[in-house]
């Protein structure tokens, strides 16, 4: 028996699960502390299909002349991000199942310096990791603290727009790629006519957005922003690489006078069950900031460690706190480690 979209979703969070995907020949699939495990019966390619048509509704017949599709949709009062695509010739959908509220920031288990973030008036924060790392879930908090304890103007530019906002001391726009704007670019060019504050964007994904993103920060905005990238100087040399060579100077020095901090993150299994953040955290103090304009990244990595005082944190002592506190298991820690042999040569200090 085929069930319902809204029956499948409700599963899903009951089960405690952060992804569903929907294949042909397949049970559905739920992700659950990164795991994938089957529910119910193998799907037929027209039930797939049918799934795809309820979701996307009158959105389906884009869908159906490019191949795929994303969209934010909620499913039994579950706000979920979606993907639906074509493989093989068959539809294949993927949802992301969204928090039933935005946490709040003191509940993710971050670093303590990032409570300082919405405090900022200006520059470039970056929110890093892989795919369902927690960077959505991380800078919506952050937004929520601005919207509750700050007067100001926040814009959002999503593809979609998840987590959706109710207006508290902050006025806040929220505006989705593809509808109410264009293009990241073009959405965060209007942007700067709109007296904002806070600008988020989802994701520098080109030249022209990350150019029209450091010069909002010149402008005195405060700019959060992610990147698909593993490290706080990977983020760096991702977003320098990005320019032609006779551009990349000027490029580091915008760097080095606009970024505030980095947050890298990614989720690892706890020993109980379920996951938890592992993170690396870069506060740019003017050490950093000269390394960045003399092009000197990798000595940032190295030097990581020695600006705690400023609340700095590399990815493998934040590791090896959480082992310390038992909540992750050695060969976690091991296997998330940036160096294997750092970790195995503190863990017992």
Known sequence: MIVGIDEIIRSARQNNASDVHLVKGLPPRYRIDGDLKNFGEPLS????????????????????????????????????????????????????????????????????????????????????GEAGSGKSTTLAAILERINHNYDGHIITLEDPIEYVYTPDRCIINQREIGIDTKSYSTGLRSSLREDPNVILIGEMRDLDTIETALTAAETGHLVFTTLHTGSAVDSIDRIVDVFPEGKQKQIRLQLSTTLMAVLSQRLVKRTTGGRVAACELMMVTPAIRNLIREGRTPQIQGGLSTYGAEGSVTMDNWLIGLYKQNVISLETAKAAARDIEYIKKNIGR
């Open 45 to 128: 390619a027209e039930a797939c299909e049918n799934y795809a048509r309820t979701i996307a509704g009158d959105k389906y017949e884009k869908f159906a002349k490019t191949g795929e599709l994303d969209l934010a949709a909620t499913f039994s009062e579950i706000r979920c991000r979606v993907n639906i695509f074509r493989q093989q010739g068959f539809v294949s959908t993927a949802i992301r199942l969204l928090a039933d509220k935005i946490p709040d920031l003191e509940d993710l288990g971050l670093p303590p310096m990032v409570k300082s973030l919405p405090q900022l008036n200006r520059g470039i924060v970056l929110v890093t």
